[in-house]
């Protein structure tokens, strides 16, 4: 079975700073992965994706994520934050590309951003 | 294009009664997906439809939790004998079924009091 790990629940930034939120993934196969972002009130809105080739890969809002299969790690990264960052990021692990495959999903790292 | 939309937005219930949960997929999607946030976690899994069918329940966590999708567009989760550890945010889905991206409805805040 899969599972996700954001060993991170809540993570403190300045604005204009840098970011990493971490994932963990444990899948057998090559996994599909997911970078979803949650504002308040707000459905799950897909910032990125990992199905295979390159394994840096480029959302939207100017963040990125890296695949690292020997880490098993896909973590996020932003290079500079600005305050309508501030949400709840959850990573998830799909088992195909097939769009048939049900999503499982991390905890979430939730986001505080300082002036 | 209209996303994904579900209603009600809020629902307050008492333990013990029925609920009804309805999800309006993206058109043209023919997969169709069941979610439950608790507070505090990620969405867990509960059902899956390709089409018509269910493809995956093995998420609904027991016998008082259905659903139907008897078009293949809008579904129905349905909830007998509420219990006050049902209270969640129910979030519905949908894909192409053919890419693996899943788009998301706002969600539906189920309070059992």
């Known amino acids: 079975a899969q599972s996700v790990t954001q060993p991170d629940i809540h993570i403190t930034v300045s604005e204009g700073a840098s970011l990493e939120l971490r994932c963990n993934y444990s899948?057998?196969?090559?996994?599909?992965l997911f970078w979803y972002v949650q504002s308040p009130g707000q459905g799950l809105q897909l910032l990125l994706k990992?199905?295979?080739?390159?394994?840096l890969v480029q959302g939207i809002k100017g963040f990125e994520a890296e695949f690292k299969r020997s880490q098993s790690s896909f973590n996020l990264r932003k290079p500079s934050v600005h305050w309508s960052d501030a949400a709840e990021y959850f990573c998830?692990?799909?088992?195909?590309?097939?769009?048939?495959?049900?999503?499982?999903f991390g905890t979430g790292t939730r986001l505080t951003i300082i002036p | 294009g209209a996303g994904v939309s579900q209603t009600p937005s809020n629902k307050v219930t008492e333990k013990g009664k029925y609920v009804e949960l309805r999800c309006d997929p993206i058109?043209?999607?023919?997969?169709l997906y069941w979610y439950r946030q608790s507070l505090g976690q990620g969405p867990e899994f509960l059902i899956y439809?390709?089409?018509?069918?269910?493809?995956?329940d093995s998420g609904l966590p027991n016998d008082r939790f259905f659903a139907v999708r008897p078009e293949g567009s809008v579904s129905t989760l349905k909830i007998q004998r509420t219990e006050r550890g049902d209270s969640a945010v129910y979030l519905c889905?949908?894909?192409?079924?053919?890419?693996?991206?899943?788009?998301f409805g706002p969600g539906t805040r189920l309070t059992v009091t």
């Open positions: 889905a949908s894909s192409t079924g053919t890419e693996a991206e899943q788009y």
């Open positions: 899948y057998g196969a090559t996994p599909y």
């Open positions: 990992y199905f295979s080739g390159d394994t």
């Open positions: 998830a692990v799909g088992a195909s590309n097939f769009g048939n495959e049900k999503l499982t």
């Open positions: 058109s043209g999607h023919t997969a």
């Open positions: 439809f390709q089409g018509t069918g269910a493809a995956d």
